[in-house]
């Protein structure tokens, strides 16, 4: 059964930094993209990031761009999303999720964490 | 950036009958072109990929067609559980990855 647990979502201030982590099990991890996507409250889905199966390229959303970084641990089956300098607007339930083709190319996701809540606020 | 129209936002349809939302791209995606449920307090569950293939234990009941800027998902005799928000999202020409703003299926 594949499993993606997210975790670090806490409330924080504006201009500071946390780590997100999403925890895999259940499937080959280095086989397929992963993504990250938000959703603030009652709105709609937001992709955020993206990063290829062995992590040697990532992507982002241009409201992220520049403040936000991803990474994976393939030897641990870990996502992660460093987030820095925060604003409000990253208000959000963030989700991890699995892309559905193996390799490095885009796709859909099949599968989606339960998702993690960060709040910027002062 | 693709931009993803979906419409209506919101539907009202009985238990029984069929549903029918729109997804509309602001240029060609090809077939690259996915659907997904949410329902409340939950994450977002793949339904359909590649426009048309039925992921992994979704029910024939929902089907999805097009090509090119239109798109459809069809929900033949809804049932009560069926009642959710409704997300479109290309994959074709990326990055960006994008979503559509929903449609709200609603019971009538």
């Known amino acids: 059964e594949v499993q993606l647990v997210e975790s670090g979502g806490v409330v924080v201030q504006p201009g500071g930094s946390l780590r997100l982590s999403c925890a895999a099990s259940?499937?080959?991890?280095?086989?397929?993209?992963m993504y990250w996507v938000r959703q603030a409250l009652g709105k709609g889905l937001e992709w955020v990031s993206l990063i290829t199966w062995d992590g040697s390229r990532t992507y982002y959303g241009d409201s992220v761009k520049g403040r936000f970084t991803i990474s994976r641990d393939n030897t641990k089956n870990s996502l992660y999303l460093q987030m820095n300098s925060l604003r409000t607007e990253d208000t959000a339930l963030y989700y991890c999720a699995k892309g559905s083709i193996p390799g490095p190319t885009a796709g859909s996701l099949d599968y989606w964490g339960q998702g993690t809540l960060v709040t910027v606020s002062s | 950036e693709i931009v993803m129209t979906q419409s209506p936002a919101t539907l009202s349809v009985s238990p029984g009958e069929r549903a029918t939302l729109s997804c509309r791209a602001s240029q060609s995606v090809s077939s690259n072109l996915a659907w997904y449920q949410q329902k409340p307090g939950q994450a977002p569950r793949l339904l359909i990929y590649?426009?048309?293939t039925r992921a992994t234990g979704i029910p024939a009941r929902f089907s999805g067609s097009g090509s090119g800027t239109e798109f459809t998902l069809t929900i033949s005799s809804l049932q009560s559980e069926d009642f959710a928000v409704y997300y479109c999202?290309?994959?074709?020409?990326?990055?960006?990855?994008?979503f559509g703003q929903g449609t709200r299926l609603e019971i009538k």
């Open positions: 999202q290309q994959y074709n020409n990326w990055p960006p990855i994008t």
């Open positions: 259940g499937f080959t991890f280095d086989d397929h993209s």
């Open positions: 590649g426009t048309s």
